[in-house]
C-alpha cells in the first residue's frame, strides 16, 4: 500500500487532517483503532464555548469540517458571554454524541481520496532520517510520502477510578502502544499529563423539578457558513450545585484517591480542575455550580459538567446524591482519570511538522492541549501542511495577529507545557480583532490561498466586507435629529446606550439605508462593531503593525545561541531549545528579556 499521506489516529485532529488532505487532491489513507469511534467525543457533547468556539468559526472559515458536523448534530445552542463586549462572545453547541459521531463518519465515507483503515499503528519506517511509511499491527508496512501523528489520549494511556487502574486509551477502548516509545528512542522528548471526566447519570433517575432550566437561543446559532435548512428538535440542560455534605463525603474518599495518593503522576488542567481538587483548593467556598447536560435526542443520558472526578465509584455515587435534584440518581458510567503521553510542541516548527524526523508532523492532545477544538485546529494546519508540502506549496503559518489557531500553535511551541493547554481569550493580545463573528472576513485571503473554501463562498464573503463598507459610509454621510440636535448617524451610534436596531427605526432614518441594513443584518452588525469600538480598533491596529515589523525580521535557521556571550543565560538555553523563526517569536519565549532581543536585534543589523 503505498499513500501520498498517511493519517494516524480518527480523532477531532485526525479527521480534520484525512478531510482537508484529500480534499486537496492528495492520496490520503486514515488509520485508526476503531472506525466507529471516528471524532468521538471523549467527554462533554458540546462543541465551542469560551474561545473554543472562536477556533470553530477560524476552522470553518478556512475549509475545515468540525462546524458543519456539529451545526448538524446540534440539540441546543448559546452564544456565550452575550454581556460583555463582541470581542470575548463565543458560541457553544450542545451536540448529540452519536449523531455527531455518525455525521463524521458519513463525511468522511464521502470524501474521495480518502481511505479509511481499521488498524493500529505500532511504529513508523524511516529513511535517511525521514519518515517513509507506518508498520501496523494487522496490514504491516503502508508507504507514505509523509504522516501526520494525531494519537490523542491513547498513546500508553491509564486510566485511574480510585484504587483501579487499567492501561485504556478512553474507558473501554485499548491503548496505543508501541509508537510512542519508538519516538522517544528517536530521539523525542516525551511527558505524561493528565486528564478527567465526570460521570454520566440516567436521566430517568434525576428529579428535573429540582433543576434550574436552561434553555438555548430561540434563533440557532450556527458555525458553519453552510447551515443546516432546519435545526434538530432542541434539549434544555439545568443547573445544580454541590453542598457541604457532597463536599464532607468528597473529602472523606482522598485517601483513596490516585490524584491524592499520588499514582497519578501527570499534571491535569488547572483551570478545569476534578471536583476533588475544587474542594480542596477552593475549601472556602461551600457550593460548586454543575450543569446537567443531555447526551443526545433519543438518550435519556446526561454529562454532569463540573463533577470531573477519579474518586472511588462508591464515593461519586455517595456524593452525587447529596446534590438537589440527585438524591436517587443512578450512575451508568463512573467519573475517571486518564494519564498519557505527550510530545511537547517544541519540537516541531510551526507548520507542525517534527524538527527533528522528516516528513513528520504531530497534532491534538498529543502535542498538550486539551479539547476537541484545540485539536481539531491542529490537525487541519497539520494536514493541509503535509499535502501542501506534497504538492510543492509553501507552508501555512497563521499569525498570532490573524487567528487563535495561530495564537494556540505559536504558545503551544514556545512555552513549556505545564499543563494541558486549552485556548482562553486572555490568550489572543490581538482579540479585539480577532473576533468569532469576522473569521471569515479576516481569513478570506488564507481561505482563497488553502483552496478548501468553495469560490461562491469566498465570493460572498467579498460581498459582505463591501456591503459592511457601505453601511459604514451611509452612517457616515447621513444625520438624525437626537433630542432637538441633529447628530451624524455614525456619531450617535457611538453612544454606549444606541443600537444599531434602535437608531434605524428613527423617523428622519434613511429609508432605503434602513432597507439595506435589515436586508444584511450580519454586515450591519460589523459596521456597527467597527463604529462603536473604533477608538480602539485602531489602536489595536496600530500594535498589530509593530508586532508585524518584529515578525517579518526572520532568524537564522541553524545556530549556536551559546555562543553568544551577551545573550543572558537563560535566553541561550531557551533559544536554544525553542529554535524561534522569527525576532517576535524569540521575544515571547519566557526567560528571554528585552535586552536579549535587543543584542538579537543588533546581530540582525550586522547581517548576521
Ligand atoms: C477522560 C477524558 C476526559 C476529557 N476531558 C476533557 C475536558 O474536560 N475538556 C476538554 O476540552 N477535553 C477533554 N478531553 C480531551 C478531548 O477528548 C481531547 O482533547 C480530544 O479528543 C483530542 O483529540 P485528538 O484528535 O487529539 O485525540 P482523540 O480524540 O483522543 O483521538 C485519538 C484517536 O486516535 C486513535 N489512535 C491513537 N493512537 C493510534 C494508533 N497508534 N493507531 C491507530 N489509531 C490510533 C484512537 O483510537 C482515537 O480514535 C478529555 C479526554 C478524555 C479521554
Known sequence: MDYDVVIVGGGHAGCEAASACARLGVDTLLITQREADLARMSCNPAIGGLAKGHLVKELDALGGIMGWVADRSSIQSRMLNRSKGPAVWSPRVQCDRELYTEGMRRLLGDTSGLDIL????????????????????????????????????????????GEWQKPAGRIGEDPAVGIS???????????????????????NTINFNMLERQDGEEEPIWFSSDPPVESLPQRPCFLTYTNEETHDILQGGLDRSPLYTGRIKGVGPRYCPSIEDKIVRFADKNRHQ????????QEEEYYINGFATSLPEDVQLKALRTVPGLSDVK???????????????????????????????????INGTSGYEEAAVQGFIAGINAARSILGNDQIVLGRDQAYIGVL??????????EPYRMFTSRAEFRLLLRQDNARQRLLDVAQKIGLVSTRKQQSTKE????????????????????????KSAELLKRPEIKLTDLVNFTDFPGEQREFIKIHSQSAFHAEVEIKYNGYLVRQQAQVESFRKMEQLLLPVVMDYESISALSAEARCELNRIRPETLGQASRIPGVRAADVSVLMVLLKKGW
Not at 132 to 161: E, M, P
Not at 465 to 483: A, C
Open 290 to 297: 454543575l450543569f446537567i447536560e443531555p447526551e443526545g435526542l
Open 118 to 161: 481499521e488498524d493500529e499503528v505500532a511504529d513508523i519506517s524511516l529513511s535517511n532520517g525521514a519518515v517513509n511509511g507506518v508498520v501496523t499491527i494487522q496490514s504491516g508496512t503502508i508507504n507514505a510520502r509523509k504522516v501526520v501523528l494525531c494519537g490523542g489520549t491513547f498513546w500508553n494511556g491509564v486510566i485511574y477510578i
Open 331 to 365: 450512575m451508568n458510567r463512573p467519573g475517571y482519570a486518564v494519564e498519557y503521553d505527550v510530545f511537547p510542541a517544541e519540537q516541531l516548527s510551526l507548520s507542525l511538522e517534527c524538527r527533528i524526523i522528516n516528513n513528520l508532523y504531530l497534532a491534538g492532545q
Open 409 to 418: 500553535i505559536e504558545d503551544l511551541i514556545t512555552k513549556i507545557p505545564e
Open 464 to 487: 459582505s466586507i463591501d456591503n459592511k463598507d457601505r453601511i459604514i459610509k451611509g452612517l457616515k454621510s447621513t444625520s438624525v435629529l437626537y433630542n432637538g440636535v441633529r447628530m
Open 181 to 203: 516509545d519508538r519516538l522517544e528512542k528517536l530521539g523525542l522528548r516525551r511527558i505524561r499529563l493528565k486528564t478527567g471526566t465526570p460521570p454520566r447519570l440516567d436521566g
